[in-house]
């Protein structure tokens, strides 16, 4: 089976490091060794597993990107970077015509969503990758259009934590208070509780300290107005392995997409990818 070339972008962060750790190791993938990486950083070179990547700036990347395509091209990316670049990073892959996977979140969604929409390039855009979250949050997307009004009258309580290193609100979070606001919750996404102190973390939410500097523990409680009911639900992400094969998975449903004759269908979620079977 002919390996997929694939550029991950975002080193040297740590997320895209495990990203390409999986990668070089994993049959299917040839990892490109360049990588787009934010105009604050450096370092102009970064080496895993013996594999020396150099980060492409965005003040060289245009340049940058043609060399790169026509030595591994066709490619597609994954985006791992921070929530500031989401958009410009959507705009630089349509214009250079570069299929891409993106698990950054932050940024402007809709427009993220519209430029793609508006391009010839095909992406999968997800606020998260964990195929085990992006289920239950499908589960809840279903009870929340099959039982409007569920809870209501019941109060919402929103605990999100990450370490300290992950500048936005949690998507997944977000996403999941929409659900419960169509079950009757009546909650502002702005009053999500963001935990991102390692020491309370450590110490009042009890993430083992190893983790602290990649995990993502969430906690949804509902309470009834007297206080005789109470609904938890939780999930609790240690690392960020979980992350891997949902994105891995994302790219080889996207490979399929770029081969299917007459395919007008430009964005895909993570929904897509899981039902793809």
């Not at 950083?41 to 395509?69: A, C, H």
């Not at 169509?182 to 909650?187: C, H, M, N, S, Y």
Request: glycine share 6%.
């Amino acid at each position: 089976m002919k390996k997929t070339n694939i550029m991950i972008n975002g080193l040297p962060g740590n997320v895209a490091k495990k990203m390409v750790e999986f990668a070089i190791n994993d049959d299917r993938f040839k990892v490109i060794p360049f990588s787009l990486t934010g105009q604050e950083i450096e370092e102009k070179i970064i080496t895993i597993d013996q594999t020396i990547f150099e980060l492409v700036r965005p003040d060289t990347r245009d340049d940058k990107i043609n060399t790169i395509k026509n030595q591994y091209a066709p490619f597609i990316a994954i985006d791992y970077t921070h929530p500031t670049a989401v958009n410009s990073n959507a705009l630089f892959y349509t214009q250079n015509q570069i299929p891409f996977v993106m698990g950054t979140t932050g940024g402007d969604r809709k427009q993220l969503e519209q430029v793609v929409k508006n391009s010839s390039t095909q992406a999968v855009i997800a606020p998260n990758m964990a195929k085990q979250i992006v289920g239950f949050q499908a589960m809840m997307e279903y009870a929340s259009n099959t039982f409007p009004g569920l809870f209501e009258g019941y109060t919402l309580e929103v605990k999100e934590s990450h370490q300290n290193g992950k500048a936005d609100t949690s998507g997944t979070a977000k996403a999941m208070v929409g659900y419960f606001n169509k079950l009757g919750a009546d909650f502002n996404v702005n009053d999500i509780q963001m935990i991102r102190d390692p020491e309370v973390q450590e110490k009042v939410c009890k993430i083992p300290k190893e983790y602290l500097t990649g995990h993502g523990w969430h906690t949804y409680t509902l309470k009834a107005s007297d206080g005789s009911v109470l609904f938890e639900f939780k999930h609790n992400i240690n690392g960020r392995d979980i992350y891997v094969n949902g994105t891995f998975d994302a790219v080889v449903f996207l490979k399929e997409k770029l081969f299917e004759p007459d395919n007008s269908q430009k964005l895909y979620t993570m929904i897509d990818v899981l039902n793809k079977d």
